[in-house]
T-cell receptor, first 113, second 110 residues
């Protein structure tokens, strides 16, 4: 019953490294999202995509980029990781404009040292 | 987007009903109220949503006050697996964002 899969559960990276977080969904959803979750700050939207090769900035896009070459795959890229990007990253998908975001991945815990 | 206020924590005895309140007094007329929960170290799980009528599904019931300024999520027979952080999240139709506040940590006690 796999729906949204994040490739890495736990990662430790060094400051300045380029980091790729991969997300795949198998529900043929149009929309995909990347969030980060930090204690006391709730969920914050980094980027989302409503179609292949389309992307929109969320609330905190600085320091991140994304790639959506195929409908089922949405990648989050940290061009040069910094310690303030240590966080839990969540991928999600929804079927279409305004569709219910009902499917999240398990999360990727990134530590930047 | 409307902001939310939820109690930081609640306890509930196993088998009893868990009633989780959420204040969203600034909710606008077209915002739905969504509820999610997050079990430790996992991604959020959708539970239920509603606009102004009460809703029920296999997981929970949602009661929304007539003025829509608050809602209550009801887990009718809480189990230990319901221990999680519960979030309410107002959201406009067509909005791509989903705002989670700090939620309520529900602990179901044996």
């Amino acid at each position: 019953d796999v729906k949204v899969t994040q490739s890495s559960r736990y990662l430790v990276k060094r400051t300045g490294e380029k980091v790729f977080l991969e997300c795949v969904q198998d529900m043929d959803h149009e929309n995909m999202f990347w969030y980060r979750q930090d204690p006391g700050l709730g969920l914050r939207l980094i980027y989302f995509s409503y179609d292949v090769k389309m992307k929109e900035k969320g609330d905190i896009p600085e320091g991140y980029s994304v790639s959506r070459e195929k409908k089922e795959r949405f990648s989050l890229i940290l061009e040069s990781a910094s310690t303030n990007q240590t966080s839990m990253y969540l991928c999600a998908s929804s079927p279409g404009p305004g569709g219910r975001i009902s499917d999240f991945g398990e999360g990727s815990w990134l530590t930047v040292v | 987007d409307a902001k939310t206020t939820q109690p930081p924590s609640m306890d509930c005895a196993e088998g009893r009903a868990a009633n989780l309140p959420c204040n969203h007094s600034t909710i606008s007329g077209n915002e739905y109220v969504y509820w999610y929960r997050q079990i430790h170290s996992q991604g959020p799980q959708y539970i239920i949503h509603g606009l102004k009528n009460n809703e029920t599904n296999e997981m929970a019931s949602l009661i929304i006050t007539e003025d829509r300024k608050s809602s209550t999520l009801i887990l009718p027979h809480a189990t230990l697996r319901d221990t999680a952080v519960y979030y309410c999240s107002p959201r406009r139709p067509g909005a791509n964002n989903l705002f989670f506040g700090t939620g309520t940590r529900l602990t179901v006690i044996p």
